[in-house]
């Protein structure tokens, strides 16, 4: 069994960002597969309820004063503060991991505490493995800029192996933040795709209607991406039987629930159907890459990365394994797609601008975002405010609906100009859950993820999966463009353009 160490400032409780659902859920896949995890994580001051594991062995939760926040006034500091005491090193050190994954720039000076307090009690420093789920760099205040590209920076330079969750996130990596002694050969994106837990529920009825028909004409003939059974051969098998026989199991990755229901959405289908995972992972640990070409992850590798540049020796094999470990989760329910679905892998989406000519039974104009200024929910307002100047709101029976916690003053100006100018608006403020979610996106018309760049956009595979295109900013400037199928589950157009002229678009 392999132990791992996981830190993530966000994971047990008071979950407010897809940072800490996409943190729960891997580790989630891990424990299916019978990684043994450490959590190291922080907790808000006020916390009062119960604390999720999500199947960790070990759970070690630090309060920190700020919450609610993943930026530099984040409490980074005070989780590695806390995380380099001796009650926290003892539990570590005597848990032996074998490597330690770290989400974001914030886990790096955990790391760095523990490896610090590891190496002079002379024990192993085990590897770490960059969880890059967002590149701060991109969005941040100008203030800001210095000390995020420092931290990123450093992080980047310190793990053995990097996780980026699309290309545009890993040629930024490999632009900007890997120091030129750095292979870029160690930096690697797996596309996350739906969740199990949204994966099982069952289809809206216009999808499920056409699903229902499409399996009554159509066999699984092609592939949508496949880590090839040709990989399954003696070769690939001398090469697993070369890596160590716990980390091979790590590679293995999970669905962290059990199969779904047949009526799942193509999404789904593309992403959770367990039976040929399962078959393919126990032929092959090889990943699959994106393709440059066809923006769909097709050929299959394995990565050598250099021993970190703070000098802690690691095994190559090593590395290369907990890459595939994870990409190997990534193909799992709460990740990347290794299994053949139906040539009509698009039609659900399709179908429903086909059969919902009645606006009725999709009203709403949909926003999933968190309220703060990274996420740009501004735009999403602005558009709403120009389509009721234009009568539009009224004209089409757009309901438009905003789903997002709202405390802050930026937070709270955004909802009243939203109700200002739709009265009819309908605000969600509690943090969702999937069928409460799925309910959502099953009455809506079109989904607006507003921001310029987002590391991958879960939101908008989980509209995609109801049958709820998305509009993202063009340039694939957004992620989950690297997963979906334009123009059927997204449409990508220029966010950045003058509101009246987005509105005409939209």
Not at 217 to 241: F, G, Y
Not at 334 to 346: I, K, T
């Amino acid at each position: 069994m392999r132990r791992l160490v996981f830190i993530s400032l966000e994971f047990s409780a008071a979950t407010f960002s897809g940072n800490g659902v996409y943190a729960r859920s891997q580790v989630r896949s891990l424990c299916k597969q019978q990684c043994e995890v450490l959590i190291i994580c922080g907790k808000p001051v006020d916390h009062a309820g119960p604390s999720q594991t999500e199947g960790a062995a070990h759970l070690i939760e630090v309060t920190v004063p700020v919450w609610g926040r993943l930026d530099r006034l984040c409490s980074w500091a005070e989780l590695a503060e806390q995380s380099e005491s001796d009650a926290v090193v003892e539990q570590v050190a005597s848990f032996q991991p074998s490597a330690i994954l770290g989400v974001d720039w914030s886990s790096l000076p955990v790391y760095k505490a523990l490896s610090t307090a590891l190496q002079a009690k002379g024990l192993h420093v085990p590897p770490y493995i960059y969880m890059n789920y967002r590149v701060y760099l991109r969005t941040c205040l100008s203030e800001d800029a210095e000390f995020m590209q420092g931290m990123e920076s450093a992080a980047a330079a310190t793990a053995a192996a990097v996780i980026a969750l699309s290309r545009s996130d890993a040629d930024f990596i490999k632009r900007h933040l890997l120091p030129p002694q750095k292979s870029a050969a160690c930096v690697t994106v797996l596309l996350p795709a739906l969740r199990s837990d949204m994966a099982a529920l069952s289809l809206p009825y216009d999808m499920d209607v056409q699903h229902n028909k499409l399996d009554s004409t159509h066999t699984a003939s092609a592939a949508c991406i496949v880590l090839p059974r040709a990989h399954s051969n003696a070769s690939t098998a001398a090469q697993d039987s070369s890596q160590p026989a716990a980390t091979a199991a790590v590679a293995r990755g999970a669905n962290d629930d059990s199969s779904p229901s047949k009526a799942t959405s193509d999404i789904a289908a593309r992403a959770v159907d367990e039976s040929p995972i399962r078959s393919i992972i126990k032929q092959t640990s090889l990943g699959a890459r994106v393709s440059p070409s066809i923006g769909r992850r097709t050929t299959p590798f394995s990565i050598s990365t250099p021993n970190d540049s703070d000098g802690v020796e690691s095994s190559v094999d090593d590395q290369s394994t907990f890459v595939r470990a994870l990409q190997d989760h990534h193909a799992s329910a709460d990740g990347l797609l290794h299994h053949e679905v139906s040539s009509q892998e698009c039609m659900a989406p399709a179908h429903y601008a086909e059969s919902s000519n009645d606006s009725c039974s999709r009203p709403y104009l949909t926003c999933c975002v968190r309220l703060s200024p990274e996420k740009q929910p501004h735009r999403f307002v602005e558009l709403v405010e120009e389509l009721a100047h234009q009568g539009m709101v009224q004209q089409l029976g757009i309901i438009p609906v905003m789903c997002a916690s709202a405390t802050t003053p930026y937070a709270l100006a955004l909802v009243a100009r939203l109700q200002a100018a739709a009265p009819n608006c309908i605000l969600h403020t509690q943090f969702l859950g999937p069928e409460e979610l799925a309910k959502i996106y099953s009455k809506t018309r079109l989904n607006i993820h507003p921001c310029l760049y987002d590391a991958y956009g879960m939101t908008v595979v989980e509209a995609a999966s109801q049958g709820a295109p998305s509009i993202v900013n063009a340039g694939g400037t957004v992620g989950a463009t690297d997963l979906l199928k334009a123009p059927v589950e997204v449409f990508e157009l220029n966010l950045a353009l003058p509101v009246a002229q987005l509105a005409s678009q939209v």
